[in-house]
């Protein structure tokens, strides 16, 4: 495996990477309160976190997602990545080592796998759908190797452009699968430890993991042919990191000069989006739209939207009804 790949900046990538330093510049700019700050920092970690386990098939979805305390394994490895994101955002130091990716995956596979924090040593395999294998990986003895050839390239200067350098550390950490299980998930964790320590990130986290959930076929293919076309996988990240930094600034663009309605949580914001569209709503119209998520925690929500001044309650109990107020609607 040569380390790194054969691959060349081409103007495509230049005009993308452009596009993205651009928006970077943009956003560095902008007065957005603390409070608005955080909701968007916490909804982002909150969609990167799932959707790099639902890429991974984990089946959980916005409403299966609260603040309570995570139950059953399917949650627990969305909450795990949650942590392990915060844990790469608080490293002060900048040199990333073998001792950082066991640890990323000692936390990503807490209380699930018997074997986190520890580098595979059994031969492994990836399979299809079908159970046919289509990528065995190097050896258990060349593992160590390639890791350190690896972070060589992470800590060199040789290629100037972060994104590039994180996307072509993410192909080659998956072609390496150092790990039984979680190469996946730590792979793309991966990716916000390099930006983070080359200085090179936004005020808040890009989850351009919902791009790649939702083009999966595609991001699997890139995965499997991007050693030989390098090129054409790194068009496919830069383009999925491009998108979902274009759906941050068309929420910002679409709220302005609106009451802080942005970056409500997102069963709030589809409620809220309900609301506008059917002009008034009872709640069991809500209840029957949502019909997994308890009745009290939509209540909770409405109240919620209610004390902001979103939206205005006419009636009580089982003969009430949801209507949008007047000063944010559209």
Same mark, same amino acid.
């Given at each position: 495996m040569k380390i790194p790949p054969a691959y060349t900046i081409t103007p495509e990538m230049i005009d993308i990477i452009t596009k993205i330093e651009a928006h970077k510049i943009h956003f560095s700019t902008l007065?957005?309160?603390?409070?608005?700050?955080?909701?968007?920092?916490?909804?982002?970690?909150?969609?990167?976190?799932?959707?790099?386990?639902?890429?991974?098939?984990?089946?959980? =979805?916005?409403?299966?997602?609260?603040?309570?305390?995570?139950?059953?394994?399917?949650?627990?490895?969305?909450? =795990?990545? #949650?942590?392990?994101?915060?844990? #790469?955002?608080?490293?002060?130091?900048?040199?990333?080592?073998?001792?950082?990716?066991?640890?990323?995956?000692?936390?990503?596979?807490?209380?699930?796998?018997?074997?986190?924090?520890?580098?595979?040593?059994?031969?492994?395999?990836?399979? =299809?759908?079908?159970?046919?294998?289509?990528?065995?990986?190097?050896?258990?003895?060349?593992?160590?190797?390639?890791?350190? *050839?690896?972070?060589?390239?992470? *800590?060199?200067?040789?290629?100037?452009?972060?994104?590039?350098?994180?996307?072509?550390?993410?192909?080659?950490?998956?072609?390496?699968?150092?790990?039984?299980?979680? =190469?996946?998930?730590?792979?793309?964790?991966? #990716?916000?430890?390099?930006?983070?320590?080359?200085?090179?990130?936004?005020?808040?986290?890009?989850?351009?993991?919902?791009?790649?959930?939702?083009?999966?076929?595609?991001?699997?293919f890139h995965l499997d042919q991007g050693l030989t076309k390098t090129n054409d996988y790194l068009v496919f990240m830069l383009n999925a990191y491009l998108f979902e930094i274009e759906k941050i600034k068309k929420l910002i663009e679409d709220e302005t000069g609106k009451k802080e309605t942005l970056f409500l949580p997102p069963r709030q914001e589809e409620i809220l989006n309900i609301i506008k569209d059917h002009k008034i709503v009872s709640f069991d119209t809500i209840k029957r739209r949502f019909l997994k998520v308890p009745q009290r925690t939509l209540r909770y929500d409405l109240k919620k939207l209610t004390d902001k001044g979103f939206v205005e309650k006419t009636g009580e109990t089982k003969g009430s009804y949801y209507r949008i107020k007047q000063m944010v609607n559209d």
């Open positions: 007065e957005i309160p603390g409070n608005i700050k955080d909701r968007i920092q916490r909804v982002s970690l909150l969609k990167s976190s799932l959707y790099s386990a639902r890429i991974e098939g984990n089946p959980l =979805n916005f409403d299966d997602i609260s603040s309570e305390k995570p139950k059953g394994e399917n949650k627990i490895e969305i909450f =795990n990545i #949650i942590e392990a994101s915060k844990f #790469i955002e608080s490293r002060k130091t900048k040199k990333i080592t073998k001792d950082i990716l066991l640890k990323i995956h000692k936390i990503i596979l807490k209380n699930v796998d018997s074997e986190a924090g520890f580098f595979r040593k059994e031969q492994s395999a990836i399979f =299809n759908q079908a159970g046919v294998a289509v990528y065995m990986p190097p050896s258990i003895f060349e593992v160590p190797k390639l890791l350190d *050839e690896l972070l060589t390239y992470i *800590e060199s200067d040789n290629e100037k452009f972060p994104l590039i350098k994180a996307f072509v550390s993410h192909l080659l950490f998956e072609k390496i699968h150092p790990f039984l299980d979680g =190469n996946g998930r730590v792979g793309r964790l991966l #990716i916000s430890l390099i930006l983070k320590a080359k200085g090179w990130n936004f005020n808040f986290g890009v989850p351009y993991e919902e791009y790649l959930d939702e083009n999966k076929v595609e991001y699997y």
